[in-house]
């Protein structure tokens, strides 16, 4: 059985910081577009494979492409898609899904978040007359452990739910329903500069902060009144870096070492998911609401991309050969995604057995 999870990495250019503590130095060495071999700390060379590495020079167009755009197409055919960047602060995880800015009109620098939009609302364009598609947007933020509402500060402790049919779902959260590109990428950046506002006093909290972007994609079948819908959920998490690194005292310790748990929460969830006993062990996806909210995406209902995003450069690779490691273990992470059904189809048919959901994968494929 093929993977769910495409694991992908990253590498930025170097930041002229990078350049003047180590010249032009990098601590890879290009194998080919899946591997490379790494040099760590001290001088060490690993070698590493992925389902794709984009080097510095790599274009975001090209990232999207291969990592994101088949997500994508089927989030349109009601399968569910997750897309997560990981990474230590400054790696370029929001680079990469907002570009510098979600307003970037520049068409080289656009993040994948603005070309997500654009494909879904161009696939709702070119759907024939049996379908009316319809489109909703929320956005949260994990900070301490508490789910914030990014469209409506007033929620600021969102609970999350397990619902049979939805899979989790975050209870009460504002779903704006978007009717065009723009009009998508202008509540994309009033909730991004909500986030933003704790930074000031925060000292930096979108990164030790885990943002969330949902974007549900609803067909309804006119013939027969039938609904199913796709989600699309884009994480861009917190730094992964070690709290000792950061320098951090007082509240933004604490602060940092909420993120650190629920990072370690995942990388418990990803063991316990690669753990070869197989699927009879426990997998931990209560212990942090982060893992809760990426628990479908994890545990098999939808197809996921990982987008490890590393400094290519010889100072940060202590937390680039961490982000690589969680990465190579992500690999192996097995579990076929599943097509979503309305209520009215499961109750008349009962639940969708594995035969039935390969035959509505290979109807849709
Ligand atoms: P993170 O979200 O992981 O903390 P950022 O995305 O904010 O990191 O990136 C840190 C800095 O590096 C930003 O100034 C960003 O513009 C720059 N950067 C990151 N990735 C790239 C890239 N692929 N090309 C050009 N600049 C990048
Ligand atoms: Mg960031």
Request: with cysteine; aromatic share 6%; proline share 3%.
């Amino acid at each position: 059985m093929s993977s769910n999870v495409t694991v992908c990495v990253r590498f930025r250019p170097l930041t002229s910081k990078e350049i003047a503590e180590h010249g032009d130095e990098v601590c890879i060495r290009c194998l080919d577009d899946k591997s490379f071999v790494f040099k760590d700390e001290r001088g060490e060379e690993l070698t590493f494979n992925f389902d794709k590495v984009f080097y510095s020079e790599s274009e975001q167009a090209s990232v999207y492409e291969f990592s994101v755009l088949p997500i994508v197409r089927d989030a349109v055919n009601a399968i569910n898609g997750t897309i997560i960047t990981y990474g230590q602060t400054g790696a370029g995880k929001t680079y990469t899904i907002e570009g510098p800015n979600i307003k970037e009109s520049d068409e080289l620098k656009k993040g994948l978040l603005q070309r997500v939009v654009g494909e879904l609302f161009e696939c709702m364009k070119s759907s024939d007359e049996t379908v009316n598609y319809s489109m909703k947007l929320s956005m949260v933020e994990i900070y301490m452990e508490k789910v914030r509402d990014l469209l409506d500060l007033t929620k600021d402790n969102i609970q999350i739910k397990e619902n049979k049919v939805q899979g989790i779902m975050l209870s009460g959260v504002t779903e704006i329903t978007i009717v065009d590109a723009v009009d998508t990428i202008q509540w994309l950046h009033t909730g991004i500069a909500n986030r933003a506002i704790g930074e000031t006093y925060m000292n930096m909290a979108s990164s030790r902060s885990h943002s969330i972007y949902i974007l549900t994609i609803i067909q309804e079948f006119k013939a027969h009144k039938r609904v199913r819908t796709g989600k699309l959920v884009i994480v861009d998490l917190a730094g992964s870096e070690k709290v000792e690194k950061t320098g951090a005292e007082g509240k933004v310790l604490e602060e940092a070492k909420t993120i650190n748990k629920s990072l370690s929460a995942l990388a418990n969830v990803v063991n316990a998911l690669t753990n070869p006993q197989g699927k009879t062990n426990h997998i931990p996806f209560r212990d942090s609401k982060l893992t809760r909210i990426l628990q479908d995406a994890l545990g098999g209902n939808s197809r996921a991309a990982l987008l490890c995003c590393c400094s290519p450069s010889p100072c940060n690779a202590p937390e680039s050969l961490s982000t690589l490691r969680f990465g190579a273990r992500a690999k192996y992470i097995k579990a076929p995604p599943r097509c979503n059904f309305d209520e009215g189809f499961i109750q008349k048919n009962g639940f969708i057995s594995p035969a039935k959901q390969d035959q509505c994968e290979r109807v849709l494929n």
